[in-house]
């Protein structure tokens, strides 16, 4: 997918000598970890929010069972004593998983890594501003010193996900010449990445409520 997208304006760069490339790789890699910190958080919401609807399909089973809001001759009794038990199970597995995962405190870490990169990315910026007269050796110096940092930082943090860089790359089309089917098919990865499972899970149980009411 990545190498789908065409750079001619995205490399040039790379024709500018070491410093215009490092100030490219530092300023994608600061887009994408942004961007990896939204696509996380996007995650804990629905994440929070499917467990929440699977917990109130829970009590809204058992009141179904309670007051009998079903056609006894069409459902077993046995059968919605089956689905709250089934549901609770699922809620139960689905909220040690979800928690497991700490999407929370991933995305603050990619935040905390991109702020890293743009204060180097600044610094950079500034050096290309101020230093203009500075010497090859110098800027040799400047840029070694930068590469290190630049490396300990990525070090320091978890690596974000491909769909993370092909979401940043198609902010920003005429740079990296995104094609029409490109953008296309990054949103939809990006939604089945971090909507679709919980948009499942909040509308099936809701389905079999309904077809148990108006059976």
């Excluded at 860089?165 to 971090?194: A, C, E, G, S």
Aim: charged share 25%.
């Amino acid at each position: 997918m990545t190498k789908s997208f065409e750079k001619e304006k995205g490399k040039e760069h790379l024709d500018k000598g070491f410093l215009e490339e490092l100030k490219h790789k530092i300023w994608s890699t600061k887009g994408t970890r942004f961007t990896a910190d939204t696509r996380l958080k996007t995650i804990a919401k629905y994440s929070t929010l499917s467990i929440s609807f699977l917990s109130a399909y829970l009590i809204i089973f058992g009141l179904v069972s309670v007051y009998n809001l079903y056609n006894p001759n069409a459902i077993d009794a046995n059968v919605i004593a089956f689905t709250i038990t089934a549901l609770s199970i699922l809620v139960l597995v689905f909220s040690l998983i979800e928690n497991a995962q700490n999407y929370p405190v991933k995305a603050k870490n990619f935040h905390d890594c991109a702020l890293d990169l743009a204060d180097l990315y600044n610094e950079l910026q500034n050096y290309k501003s101020y230093e203009e007269n500075a010497s090859e050796n110098e800027k040799m110096e400047f840029c070694n010193r930068i590469q290190k940092e630049y490396q300990n930082i990525l070090r320091r943090y978890e690596n974000h996900d491909p769909i993370d860089n092909n979401k940043f790359r198609i902010k920003f089309p005429d740079y990296y010449k995104v094609k029409w089917y490109d953008w296309i098919w990054t949103h939809i990865l990006y939604f089945v990445n971090t909507r679709l499972i919980y948009i499942v899970m909040m509308l099936i149980p809701g389905l079999i409520l309904y077809f148990i009411i108006t059976k």
